[in-house]
């Protein structure tokens, strides 16, 4: 079984950082690709970013491209979430999702954290 468990999240006025973490259980973390959601009030889940198994290859959105990094720590079991330049409209839930299979945008996320509240202030 694995589980996510993200952190970080909270209130920052536009333009501010702010760094979600997502420690992840488990000895096999290295095996999976890892994303971060974000679900806003009224509208459906998106894929903000997610980087492969390795860490060599990542995808971002292109509302946050500029402004967010995501990394993973394999060592620690532990994928980060960098963002920067904060807007209103970053406002949301995020969270953190792990696919044991697969690389790229049309792949299926077995695992999910239970979401973090980021909101930005104007």
């Known amino acids: 079984q694995v589980q996510l468990v993200e952190s970080g999240g909270g209130l920052v006025q536009a333009g501010g950082s702010l760094t979600l973490s997502c420690a992840v259980s488990g000895r096999t973390f290295n095996r999976y690709t890892t994303g971060w959601f974000r679900q806003a009030p009224g509208k459906e889940r998106e894929l903000v970013t997610s980087i492969s198994r390795s860490g060599l290859s990542t995808y971002y959105a292109d509302s946050v491209k500029g402004r967010f990094t995501i990394s993973r720590d394999n060592a620690r079991n532990t994928v980060y979430l960098q963002m920067n330049s904060l807007k209103p409209e970053d406002t949301a839930v995020y969270y953190c999702?792990?696919?044991?299979?697969?690389w790229g945008l049309g792949i299926e996320y077995d695992y999910w954290g239970q979401g973090t509240q980021v909101t930005v202030s104007s």
């Open positions: 999702a792990a696919a044991s299979t697969g």
